[in-house]
T-cell receptor
Framework: RKEVEQDPGPFNVPEGATVAFNCTYS??????FFWYRQDCRKEPKLLMSVYSSGNEDGRFTAQLNRASQYISLLIRDSKLSDSATYLC???????????FGKGTMLLVSP | DGGITQSPKYLFRKEGQNVTLSCEQNLNHDAMYWYRQDPGQGLRLIYYSQIVNDFQKGDIAEGYSVSREKKESFPLTVTSAQKNPTAFYLC???????????????FGPGTRLTVL
């Protein structure tokens, strides 16, 4: 089983749609979790951290299920500017190194 | 403005040449990292450093070397021993290297290296 697995997509959705990304991780002792966004030919940028209680930032909601080793990202009311690749990121050891998924590409169309 | 800078943005190298990629941060972060990204692939860790004058190999360190003489700087040398060096190289930093510390990583804009 890969350390961090994501659906590669692409997800093609119309503007205004709700879209959900899923991610699974293999190390049950993983300490912290993040979603990053990467635009084409740019660097990844932190979108949000994922907390055990779940967290929301505007149109974005992240959930963590430790029992199932599963993380999700929900985007409501999709905008054209949301088109990007979304990276699921896990800290497997509690130290500073992170493990990145390969990303899920989102394409939002008019 | 606080941030991470990488230079150059684009770099072309002939086979057999060593080349050094620059990474500087003014975020006062202790830890710094180098990743490689190939088309359609995830980020792979090359080297990382949690403190000045110390660094560790990542998953794909062969053919690369680093130094960490200053907190702000973490240059990466791609040597001629690296078989497939053409890639997008990303430098990142985070606040702390100790266990349990806040460890979000922040990235520089990257360097695209092409071997001719």
């Amino acid at each position: 089983r890969k350390e961090v697995e994501q659906d590669p997509g692409p997800f093609n959705v119309p503007e205004g749609a709700t879209v959900a990304f899923n991610c699974t991780y293999s190390n049950s002792a993983s300490q912290s979790f993040f979603w990053y966004r990467q635009d084409c030919r740019k660097e990844p940028k932190l979108l949000m951290s994922v907390y055990s209680s779940g967290n929301e930032d505007g149109r974005f909601t992240a959930q963590l299920n430790r029992a199932s080793q599963y993380i999700s990202l929900l985007i409501r009311d999709s905008k054209l500017s949301d088109s990007a690749t979304y990276l699921c990121v896990v800290n497997p050891t509690g130290y500073s190194t992170l493990t990145f998924g390969k990303g899920t590409m989102l394409l939002v169309s008019p | 403005d606080g941030g991470i800078t990488q230079s150059p943005k684009y770099l072309f190298r002939k086979e057999g040449q060593n080349v050094t990629l620059s990474c500087e941060q003014n975020l006062n972060h202790d830890a710094m990292y180098w990743y490689r990204q190939d088309p359609g692939q995830g980020l792979r860790l090359i080297y990382y450093s949690q403190i000045v004058n110390d660094f560790q190999k990542g998953d794909i360190a062969e053919g690369y070397s680093v130094s960490r003489e200053k907190k702000e700087s973490f240059p990466l040398t791609v040597t001629s021993a690296q078989k497939n060096p053409t890639a997008f190289y990303l430098c990142a930093s985070s606040a702390g290297g100790s266990r349990g510390s806040y460890n979000e990583q922040f990235f520089g804009p990257g360097t695209r290296l092409t071997v001719l």
